[in-house]
């Protein structure tokens, strides 16, 4: 690994997580790196501190005496248990067959595209990074991403880059830039191309489109409510400023 | 086994599995709602709401993240839930630094000078959202997988909620101290 471990890593090591693959290269460098292990003390730190501070509420005795009154009464009308349990078990098969079966994973990744995407339009939201320039946004993903990519020179017709995220996507950091088209904003996710599998788009949802398209190296993931004629501008004019 | 017997059995198993997190519960509920006696009201309903639900729980699955899913989806209803969804913000970092700084910097040394009640304070300020996963993290110690399944998030939105929730938690704590210092 030939950069720092970005805040989110610490994280991961801090608390405990991290896919067995990716952990062994986090907690190697850790070793090597007397500047990321420096940045872990502070981060230890605080989570043992925020576990103290956090546990801060205690239920008094008498509400812990009103809680047991609210499982006791059950005890006392069991005669129509054996429909009940029947009807439950028959409800706890049909949940059973709709929830076991896992999402598909473009049906995962759809979720998360989503969740990002209606994030960011949250109220309060706005970028990490706010910034029209593509100068200004792209140089700050220099040591948080294990990649890099180009910002296109020149946007297709009232579109205008608004800033950015350092974003996680099934778990790998990816490159999040926001645009706006008129009134409609669009979150950009650039990923890394894994070349072992082809990048196929999720489907939208909840009124908003999802397009993508790749590269050579880079999957690249549009997010918005605006048509998809915008959106397929938008993602052909990044793609485009990939091509040396 | 008798019908009296299997239903003793099945709130046994309940009680057994549930009345240990009543101090848990209580906890997250009084830093969601900000208030004892809403909390009080959050836990009453979780419980029995849990208890009516308890059938379709998956013996094996993880109880403590249902039962806390239970929890959160009674907080989001309630009136003071409602209130903080149509105001909290998930994103609310701009500008944050999200590498390591290459010296120990004054707000890493601030930090590793905070007390617990410095650190009460700072959480005291931050969104439900935010709060909620620190202390679903650090304090209840549950993994990703379990808070994703809390919150009905994907893992990935996990890490980027509680990296974001770290910052801010610096960020307030660094305002508090300057605040403190300037008086």
């Not at chain 1, 994973?105 to 759809?110: F, G, K």
């Not at chain 2, 549930?18 to 979780?46: F, G, H, I, K, M």
């Not at chain 2, 379709?56 to 993880?62: E, L, M, P, V």
């Not at chain 2, 004054?106 to 709060?131: G, H, K, N, T, Y």
């Amino acid at each position: 690994m030939n950069r720092h471990l970005t805040g989110a890593e610490l994280d991961l090591l801090v608390d405990g997580e991290g896919l067995v693959e990716i952990r062994p290269e986090l907690e190697a460098h850790l070793i090597a790196c007397q500047q990321c292990a420096a940045s872990m003390v502070p981060s230890l730190h605080l989570k043992r501190l925020t576990a103290e501070a956090g546990l801060r509420y205690h239920p008094s005795p008498d509400f812990a005496r009103r809680i047991l009154a609210v499982t006791a009464p059950r005890q006392t009308r069991r005669y129509w248990l054996p429909v009940f349990a029947t009807a439950a078990a028959c409800l706890l098969l049909a949940v059973l067959f709709f929830t076991t079966r896992k999402p598909a994973p473009q049906q995962a990744l759809s979720r998360e595209l989503l969740d990002q995407h209606i994030a960011m339009l949250s109220a309060r939201s706005q970028p990490q990074i706010l910034s029209s320039n593509k100068h200004v946004v792209r140089p700050w993903f220099q040591g948080k991403l294990p990649f890099t990519f180009n910002t296109p020179d020149t946007l297709p017709p009232e579109t205008e880059l608004i800033g950015a995220n350092l974003s996680y996507l099934q778990g790998k950091p990816v490159g999040d830039l926001i645009f706006k088209i008129r009134q409609h904003y669009v979150s950009v996710f650039l990923s890394q191309r894994d070349s072992s599998s082809v990048l196929e788009p999720p489907k939208g949802d909840a009124g908003f489109h999802i397009r993508a398209a790749s590269t050579p190296h880079l999957d690249v993931i549009a997010v918005s409510d605006v048509v998809n004629p915008d959106l397929d501008a938008l993602l052909a004019s990044i793609t485009a400023a990939q091509d040396p | 086994m008798k019908v009296s017997e299997f239903s003793h059995a099945h709130t046994s198993a309940f009680d057994d599995l549930a009345l240990p997190l009543c101090p848990s519960l209580y906890n997250l509920a009084c830093w969601l709602t900000r208030n004892p006696s809403e909390a009080e009201d959050l836990v009453q309903e979780t419980y029995a709401k849990a208890l009516r639900g308890f059938g379709s729980f998956q013996t094996g699955t993880n109880f403590k993240a249902w039962i806390f899913r239970i929890l959160r989806n009674c907080f989001l209803s309630s009136r003071s839930g409602l209130a903080a969804t149509r105001t909290i913000s998930l994103d609310e970092s701009p500008g944050a630094v999200d590498t390591p700084d290459p010296e120990p910097s004054p707000e890493m040394q601030l930090i590793l000078r905070c007390q617990r009640e410095q650190v009460q304070a700072a959480l005291e300020q931050l969104s439900p959202d935010f709060v909620e996963v620190l202390i679903l993290c650090d304090v209840e110690e549950m993994k990703y997988r379990d808070i994703a399944d809390v919150l009905s998030i994907p893992a990935g939105t996990v890490m980027s909620r509680l990296s974001r929730a770290r910052a801010a938690l610096r960020r307030a704590l660094l305002a508090n101290h300057a605040q403190g210092q300037s008086r």
